[in-house]
């Protein structure tokens, strides 16, 4: 007869730090007192599904046990023992972890199925349930204790618990080969560097595909990301540990972040403390990490450049993008008057339902004539295409309009003759959002305007195209191909 046995426990550490040793399937050799010594076969990675890992036990019994299953979402495991010199027949076993409410401790629930020899079920079973599962408890809370004291914080180190041992952790990361088109970004297994001073490492689970990304894959800024490096500078997640000299920021604690340094197309990162941010309960990691590095952008083109308010004449390029969506439907709820070009009827129905009252559908981006028939001309345009609207953005403009150029979807924008700005009193700026939010207050403060606009439906919940990780390249042709709408993310 097939035993169960189900076994739980708390434990005394947040759900990320516990995770963190368990997913290791190699670490129990560190953490359980009963385990001699473990290998994982065949030169795998530990969290490589598949792997094998052969140990010893304590009392001389040796057993290989397979990784059936990891998911870093759910925060659970399955393996099943392949080969064993104890008579435990069928062996499945599952590892489960739930945060307890207060978010800093962790049950832990591990359950699992065995056939025995008859006669041998209660020996057996004694075993697996005091001698594995009791027992692991136990050892884990000190292992996780001692880990704590061996790391203790300084005074200046609020809350700077860390793994018990903070050291290089395995990472899967997405690298650019070598500059060019999408197939260049391929998946790779590296590390993630245990946080030093003033950083933390994060476990990443949802990461911002931006237009921005793919500027830097194709060589625009070869300082910035050489071939060998990885893109990305968004993501979202929970805080694994914590490094000297950082405040306000726990294992555990679920987070996002931007940052002008790339490198977010991948699970585990350390960045530094100061791109980082606390995220409300009611924001959830996907939704963050689509809005962010947009959402921030749209509040510095609003409030800051553009001081859009009731009655300004905005003009919106790609209206149906990922920042475009946010621009229509911030600025219509600043009662200003929404223009918008797009490239189908498809992308001007999205338009539209995000706020743009007047859809432009060009496939030659010839759109000034419409703007001055609408409405005399734009106070504002928001121009994230560059070479092919640059001509029409001046013919759209009204007298004393301003000219935002943020991006060039569609090819670097000509020099601009500053002569060109005077016939009609204009004005052009160029704004990178990294400038925006240099500095934790500037980040701290755009980003709870950003959450409160999702909060009372100024902005509506976006409507994401999730990737796994290791798609990003499809993700960047899907977008430099004109064909999403709204943001797009890579799950890791
Ligand atoms: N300066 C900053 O700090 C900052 C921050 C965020 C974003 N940006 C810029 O804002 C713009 C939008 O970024 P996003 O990430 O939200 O992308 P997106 O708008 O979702 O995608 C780009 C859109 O641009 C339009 N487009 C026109 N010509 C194109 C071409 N030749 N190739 C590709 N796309 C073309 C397409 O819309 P249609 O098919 O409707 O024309 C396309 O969907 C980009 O220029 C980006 O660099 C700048």
Redesign the pocket.
């Given at each position: 007869m097939l035993q169960k046995i189900i076994r739980s426990a708390v434990i005394d550490a947040p759900i990320a730090r516990v995770w963190s040793v368990l997913r290791d399937f190699n670490s129990h050799d560190q953490w359980h007192d009963a385990v001699a010594h473990s290998r994982i076969e065949a030169g795998l990675r530990s969290d490589q599904v598949g792997c094998i890992r052969s140990f010893a036990l304590k009392d001389g019994h040796r057993i290989r046990e397979q990784l059936l299953n990891l998911d870093d979402r759910q925060y659970k495991s399955s393996y099943c023992i392949v080969e064993a010199s104890l008579p435990l027949q069928r062996y499945v076993a599952t590892i489960t972890l739930k945060p307890v409410t207060d978010g800093e401790r962790t049950f832990w629930h591990w359950e699992s199925s065995f056939a025995t020899p008859p006669g041998r079920e209660r020996e057996l079973r004694l075993a697996v349930a005091e001698g594995v599962y009791e027992a692991g408890f136990a050892c884990l809370r000190r292992y996780l204790a001692r880990g704590a004291d061996l790391h203790s914080p300084g005074p200046s180190a609020i809350g700077s618990a860390s793994l018990p041992a903070a050291l290089p952790l395995p990472n899967r990361q997405i690298v650019l080969r070598g500059h060019g088109a999408a197939d260049e970004l391929v998946a790779a297994a590296g590390q993630a560097a245990a946080p030093g001073p003033g950083q933390v490492r994060i476990q990443q689970r949802a990461i911002g595909v931006?237009?921005?990304d793919i500027?830097l894959r194709r060589g625009a800024m070869p300082a910035l990301l050489a071939p060998g490096g990885t893109p990305g500078m968004e993501a979202a997640g929970t805080v694994l540990d914590v490094g000297p000299d950082v405040a306000g920021l726990l294992p555990g604690d679920r987070v996002a972040y931007i940052g002008p340094l790339p490198g977010a197309y991948c699970s585990l990162r350390t960045v530094p403390a100061d791109w980082v941010l606390r995220l409300p309960a009611a924001v959830d990691d996907e939704t963050a990490a689509a809005l962010l590095?947009?959402g921030l952008?749209a509040d510095l083109l609003l409030r800051d450049l553009g001081r859009v308010g009731p009655g300004t004449r905005l003009l919106v390029?790609?209206?149906?993008?990922?920042?475009?969506q946010l621009v229509c439907a911030w600025a219509r709820h600043l009662g200003a008057v929404v223009m918008g070009?797009?490239?189908?009827q498809e992308?001007a129905r999205i338009a539209r339902a995000q706020g743009c009252a007047h859809v432009i559908v060009t496939a030659d981006h010839r759109f000034a004539d419409a703007v001055q028939r609408h409405c005399g001309g734009a106070d504002l345009v928001i121009d994230?295409?560059?070479a092919?609207a640059a001509e029409e953005n001046l013919a759209a403009l009204a007298r004393c309009g301003h000219w935002i150029s943020?991006?060039?979807?569609?090819?670097s924008p000509p020099d601009l003759a500053l002569d060109r700005l005077t016939a009609k009193s204009l004005s052009f700026s160029r704004?990178?959002?990294?400038d925006y939010v240099a500095n934790p207050a500037a980040l701290a403060a755009r980003a709870q305007r950003l959450w409160d606009a999702l909060a009372d439906g100024t902005l509506p919940p976006p409507v994401i195209e999730r990737h796994p990780l290791a798609a990003a390249a499809r993700a960047h042709q899907r977008?430099?191909?004109?064909q999403?709408?709204?943001p797009l993310l890579l799950l890791a």
């Amino acid at each position: 007869m097939l035993q169960k046995i189900i076994r739980s426990a708390v434990i005394d550490a947040p759900i990320a730090r516990v995770w963190s040793v368990l997913r290791d399937f190699n670490s129990h050799d560190q953490w359980h007192d009963a385990v001699a010594h473990s290998r994982i076969e065949a030169g795998l990675r530990s969290d490589q599904v598949g792997c094998i890992r052969s140990f010893a036990l304590k009392d001389g019994h040796r057993i290989r046990e397979q990784l059936l299953n990891l998911d870093d979402r759910q925060y659970k495991s399955s393996y099943c023992i392949v080969e064993a010199s104890l008579p435990l027949q069928r062996y499945v076993a599952t590892i489960t972890l739930k945060p307890v409410t207060d978010g800093e401790r962790t049950f832990w629930h591990w359950e699992s199925s065995f056939a025995t020899p008859p006669g041998r079920e209660r020996e057996l079973r004694l075993a697996v349930a005091e001698g594995v599962y009791e027992a692991g408890f136990a050892c884990l809370r000190r292992y996780l204790a001692r880990g704590a004291d061996l790391h203790s914080p300084g005074p200046s180190a609020i809350g700077s618990a860390s793994l018990p041992a903070a050291l290089p952790l395995p990472n899967r990361q997405i690298v650019l080969r070598g500059h060019g088109a999408a197939d260049e970004l391929v998946a790779a297994a590296g590390q993630a560097a245990a946080p030093g001073p003033g950083q933390v490492r994060i476990q990443q689970r949802a990461i911002g595909v931006n237009f921005f990304d793919i500027y830097l894959r194709r060589g625009a800024m070869p300082a910035l990301l050489a071939p060998g490096g990885t893109p990305g500078m968004e993501a979202a997640g929970t805080v694994l540990d914590v490094g000297p000299d950082v405040a306000g920021l726990l294992p555990g604690d679920r987070v996002a972040y931007i940052g002008p340094l790339p490198g977010a197309y991948c699970s585990l990162r350390t960045v530094p403390a100061d791109w980082v941010l606390r995220l409300p309960a009611a924001v959830d990691d996907e939704t963050a990490a689509a809005l962010l590095l947009k959402g921030l952008t749209a509040d510095l083109l609003l409030r800051d450049l553009g001081r859009v308010g009731p009655g300004t004449r905005l003009l919106v390029h790609a209206a149906a993008g990922g920042v475009g969506q946010l621009v229509c439907a911030w600025a219509r709820h600043l009662g200003a008057v929404v223009m918008g070009t797009v490239s189908s009827q498809e992308k001007a129905r999205i338009a539209r339902a995000q706020g743009c009252a007047h859809v432009i559908v060009t496939a030659d981006h010839r759109f000034a004539d419409a703007v001055q028939r609408h409405c005399g001309g734009a106070d504002l345009v928001i121009d994230g295409l560059g070479a092919v609207a640059a001509e029409e953005n001046l013919a759209a403009l009204a007298r004393c309009g301003h000219w935002i150029s943020l991006g060039q979807a569609s090819g670097s924008p000509p020099d601009l003759a500053l002569d060109r700005l005077t016939a009609k009193s204009l004005s052009f700026s160029r704004p990178v959002v990294f400038d925006y939010v240099a500095n934790p207050a500037a980040l701290a403060a755009r980003a709870q305007r950003l959450w409160d606009a999702l909060a009372d439906g100024t902005l509506p919940p976006p409507v994401i195209e999730r990737h796994p990780l290791a798609a990003a390249a499809r993700a960047h042709q899907r977008l430099e191909s004109r064909q999403t709408v709204g943001p797009l993310l890579l799950l890791a």
